[in-house]
Structures are given as structure tokens and as C-alpha cells.
């Protein structure tokens, strides 16, 4: 390289999930320019999306973390269709209940005549809270329903069951941001189910399924222009004189002109030496609880706590009868992962949720001989706290002292969102957006860097620049808003 030329800026990717990798793939396609190194803690990439083969016969694999998506994810879909793989459809049917509380998206049931008046109230409600978003992102699901006279058995029932089912939130459903929910029926491009005015669910929509992810992300990470690290932990990071200093955990330094984190937020913050006032409030009021997944072929275990129809449905979702409000869910992976279509077992999964109260939980109750895999996971709350102090500040953190943020956490909890942060913090960086071709993946990308950046992708004058001129001292005056807000709210917290 001539002494004029200059040398390609050294990246560190901190994390290889789905929000590092899609980072390492997008820089990774300019490598003159950028030179993309990705330090892992475990030996694979992929982070929660894994794979592992469970004991018995058949020698079966199965995702055990991550394990499908709507159709609407376009970004994932176009980066596994780059290379090779692609996902099976599959038409979702859940069993909501049990007994007199049973009901499904297939079938009608005796629960949605009961609350047929409820399902057309909450109909309006949606849209209500719909039209008035901005504020709504900030009140949780349960104090919605109150506000608007909903009963607690149809909240309960039926309401806090759908939620859990959307996003995983196990105990902590109450606290989902209401505006994100009424999102999930009334987007207009990415909703996943009509709301449907009689049985509030009717539909089986088209879902995919991942195919073995530890080999798709192994194949992308071999393919792509980074170097991958396995076993390689980050211990600290130091930013100083416009450089990164990242230390191993072997006590190994080196030097970085940039870091994206696509670890998690605590992460961060344990790893970060001085972050600065803004990176401790954005990153510091997220809250993560310890959820633990339980692989197993207990069919008794499942017919105690769900309406279990064997060859149909594929989740589940159980309310506790003394507590309506704790949720579990579990899923049936032969029902949908292809590679365990008829092989004569059901693997059963059920995750239990939030291990701060699990003296609720039922996992006391699968018997240890039938149970063939058991893992822990961090997941972050969707609560509306999280949406007020986190999600729309992301922006004023992004790029401080060289320094770039991915992963679910700078939104919501779907691969769709870790590999949207992931092009996004590379775009940032100046790399260009590799799926310009396809308008719905491409307006979600444009979402999250408005939204997560302050940042628009087209230049001169257009609707989106507008906005975001627009937008930019709002966002200020919102900023100190919340923040007195939050103030508050941390003196008068109960617990
Ligand atoms: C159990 C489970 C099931 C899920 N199922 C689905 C699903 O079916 N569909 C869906 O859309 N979404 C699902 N999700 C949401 C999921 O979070 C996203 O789909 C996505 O895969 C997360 O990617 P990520 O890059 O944000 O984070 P992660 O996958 O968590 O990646 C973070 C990576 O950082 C690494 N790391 C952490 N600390 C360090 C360090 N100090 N140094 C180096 N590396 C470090 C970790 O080892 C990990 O590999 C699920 C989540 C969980 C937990």
C-alpha cells in the first residue's frame, strides 16, 4: 500500500449474534476500507441463535434458542438467501389455556363467545392507542386495560396471553408497552395477524423456521471478509486520544480505530471503562432477567398444563390459575422444525421466565428423566421503560468517542431487529446497505437508523430529512423530559 493511501480503519465487533455478524457482513464487503475483526466469548458464532443435537434416538439436532420469524423479515431473509439457506414455512397454531379458559387461532371456542363483546372493545382500543402512540409507548398493557374497563378475565384470559406469545415476556407481560402491541395487529406492512373483531385470533399466518442455525452462521462467518476470534472474551475497553483499547480476557490488549457492542447492554457497561453520563442512563435502564429453557419428552407434564392436541399445535401458552398474570410457555419443535418431522418423538421445549419469580414456575414438576436439555438465556424486558429511557435515546449515544451500539435492546426482541442494528452501525461507519433491492427490508433499515441514529439514509431535501430536522429538538426537549421523568419515577418506585 503507497504512503498516500489510507489504511483501512481496524473495527472491532464485540459479540458475533445475529446483530455482530450482520455488522461484520456488511463492513465486511468493503475491505479496502474496513478491517473487521469479531472477538466472540463462545468458540461459535451466533449467539442465542444455536443449535445442539439432544440425547436419544435419531442422533436429532434442534434449535434450541431462536427459532423462526414472520414474513416480514426481510433483512434476515435477503442475508440467508446470500448465502444459501433458506427458511421453512410453517402455519402457526397456538393453544392459549386450559379447560374452561382454552382457545386457539383454529379453532372457535366456547372462551371467545364469553368475551365476544370484550374482542370488539378491544378492537377500538388498538386503534386508539394506535393514534396516539407517543403517548401510549409509555403505559404499560395492564394499565391500558383498566383505563379503558376491559375486564381482568378477558385481560387475563386472553389479552396477557397474546402479548407473552409476541414477545416471550413470560411475568414480566403486564409491563409490555401497550403502543408496541397495538403494532403487532395494525402495522400496516409488518402485523402479523388481522385482528379479527369476533375471535380477536383467526388466522394461521405464514411463519418460517430457521434451518440449522449454528451451521448458518459458522457458513456466513467463514465467507465473509472478518476475522473471527472464538473463546476470545472482552474484559475492558478503553477510549482514548481517538483510539479503542480493547483487552482480552488473557490479558491481551490491541487497538481499534472503531468498536461496535453487539453484546448486551450490562455487557457494556461492565466492560466499558468511564462510559459517560448518557451511555449510564440509556444503557443503564435496561432491565434483564434470567430465563431458563427445559428440552424434554414429558407428555404427561404437558397434558397438566396445556390443552395438548400431539400432532397440531406448535406453542402454548399457560396462565398460572392462582396468578393469571405469570405466564409459561412451551412449544412443540416436532410440530415445526423440519428436521424433526416423523421422527416418532415430540420434543417439547418450555421456557420459563424472569427467575426472580420462580417460585411460581411449574419446572419442579417435569420429570428429570424425560428432560433432555436444560439452558440459561438473558433477555431484557420490553417493558415501557424501556421504550421512554432507552429506545429513543439511543441516537445521542451512537458514535461517542468511536464507539457504536447493536443488538435487540436498541428496539425490540427479534432477529429482524439484532440484524437491522447490525447493517445499521455498519452503514454508520460508512459501509453501504446491501439489500437496497427489496423496498419492505429496506424501509425497516430506514426506520431503525431514524429512529435508533437520528440518522435518514437519503441526503437533500425529502420527506425523511424533513422529519428528522424536524424531529431533532423534539427529541431534545423529550430527552429532558424523560429524564426528570425517570428521575421521578426512580424516588416514588416501590420496590
Ligand atoms: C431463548 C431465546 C429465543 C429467541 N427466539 C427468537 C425467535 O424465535 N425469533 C426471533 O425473531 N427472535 C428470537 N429471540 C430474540 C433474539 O434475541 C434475537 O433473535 C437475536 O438472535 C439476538 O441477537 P443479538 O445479536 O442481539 O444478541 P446475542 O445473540 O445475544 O449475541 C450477543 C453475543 O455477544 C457475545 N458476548 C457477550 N459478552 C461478550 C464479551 N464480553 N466478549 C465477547 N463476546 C461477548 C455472546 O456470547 C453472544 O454471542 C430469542 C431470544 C432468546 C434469548
Redesign the pocket.
Given at each position: 500500500m503507497s504512503i498516500f493511501t489510507k489504511r483501512p480503519a481496524r473495527v472491532l465487533i464485540?459479540?458475533?449474534?445475529?446483530?455482530?455478524i450482520a455488522a461484520a457482513y456488511a463492513l465486511g464487503k468493503c475491505p479496502d476500507r474496513f478491517d473487521v475483526h469479531v472477538?466472540?466469548?463462545?468458540a461459535l458464532?451466533?449467539?442465542?441463535?444455536s443449535s445442539v443435537r439432544i440425547e436419544g434416538p435419531g442422533n436429532l439436532f434442534i434449535n434450541d434458542?431462536?427459532?423462526?420469524?414472520t414474513r416480514s423479515?426481510r433483512n434476515v431473509l435477503n442475508l440467508m438467501t446470500e448465502f444459501g439457506f433458506v427458511g421453512s414455512p410453517v402455519y402457526l397454531k397456538i393453544s392459549f389455556g386450559k379447560g374452561p379458559t382454552a382457545w386457539s387461532n383454529y379453532k372457535k371456542t366456547q372462551l371467545t363467545d364469553t368475551h365476544k363483546d370484550e374482542i370488539k372493545k378491544f378492537d377500538r382500543t388498538l386503534r386508539i392507542i394506535n393514534k396516539f402512540e407517543c403517548v401510549f409507548v409509555f403505559v404499560p398493557i395492564s394499565k391500558v386495560m383498566q383505563w379503558f374497563g376491559h375486564s381482568d378475565e378477558f385481560c387475563n384470559q386472553m389479552v396477557l396471553p397474546l402479548v407473552a406469545l409476541f414477545f416471550?415476556t413470560g411475568n414480566q407481560t403486564p409491563n409490555v408497552s401497550s403502543a408496541v402491541i397495538a403494532r403487532v395487529f395494525l402495522d400496516d406492512k409488518l402485523r402479523m395477524f388481522d385482528y379479527d373483531p369476533e375471535r380477536l385470533l383467526s388466522q394461521m399466518p405464514e411463519m418460517f423456521i430457521f434451518p440449522n442455525l449454528c451451521e448458518m452462521y459458522q457458513t456466513i462467518v467463514k465467507k465473509i471478509a472478518c476475522t473471527f476470534h472464538g473463546e476470545?472474551?472482552?474484559?475492558f475497553v478503553n477510549r482514548e486520544q481517538g483510539k479503542v483499547f480493547v483487552t482480552d480476557d488473557k490479558g491481551c490488549q490491541e487497538e481499534f480505530d472503531e468498536i461496535i457492542f453487539?453484546?448486551?447492554a450490562e455487557?457494556v457497561l461492565a466492560?466499558l471503562r468511564n462510559p459517560t453520563f448518557m451511555e449510564r442512563k440509556v444503557l443503564g435502564n435496561i432491565e434483564y432477567y434470567n430465563?431458563v429453557?427445559i428440552t424434554h419428552e414429558d407428555e404427561e407434564y404437558m397434558a397438566k398444563h396445556y390443552e395438548l392436541n400431539t400432532n397440531v399445535d406448535q406453542y402454548f401458552i399457560r396462565s398460572d390459575p392462582d396468578d393469571p398474570t405469570k405466564l409459561e410457555m412451551s412449544f412443540n419443535l416436532s410440530n415445526y422444525q423440519p428436521q424433526l418431522k416423523g421422527c416418532g418423538r415430540n420434543i417439547y421445549q418450555t421456557?420459563f421466565l424472569n427467575d426472580a419469580a420462580k417460585s411460581a414456575w411449574t419446572i419442579n414438576e417435569i420429570n428429570t428423566n424425560k428432560i433432555r436439555l436444560e439452558k440459561w438465556?438473558r433477555?431484557f424486558s420490553h417493558s415501557w421503560r424501556h421504550f421512554a429511557f432507552t429506545v429513543p435515546f439511543m441516537r445521542y449515544i451512537q458514535g461517542t468517542k468511536h464507539t457504536w451500539y447493536?443488538?435487540?435492546?436498541t428496539l425490540i426482541?427479534?432477529?429482524?431487529?439484532?440484524v437491522i442494528?447490525?447493517l445499521t452501525a455498519a452503514y454508520r461507519l460508512g459501509a453501504k446497505y446491501p439489500f437496497p433491492q427489496d423496498d419492505l427490508a429496506k424501509m425497516q433499515f430506514e426506520d431503525h437508523l431514524l429512529l435508533c441514529h437520528g440518522k435518514t439514509a437519503r441526503f437533500g431535501c425529502n420527506k425523511d430529512t424533513v422529519v428528522s430536522i424536524c424531529m431533532a429538538p423534539l427529541m431534545r426537549i423529550f430527552l429532558v423530559t424523560a429524564l426528570c421523568l425517570q428521575f421521578f419515577v426512580r424516588c416514588f418506585r416501590k420496590d
Open positions: 464485540v459479540g458475533s449474534g445475529a446483530s455482530g472477538w466472540e466469548k463462545s458464532p451466533g449467539g442465542v441463535a434458542g431462536v427459532q423462526g420469524g423479515y416471550a476470545r472474551t472482552v474484559e453487539s453484546c448486551t455487557t466492560v430465563d429453557t421456557i438465556w433477555k447493536c443488538g435487540t435492546y426482541g427479534t432477529h429482524e431487529v439484532a442494528s447490525g
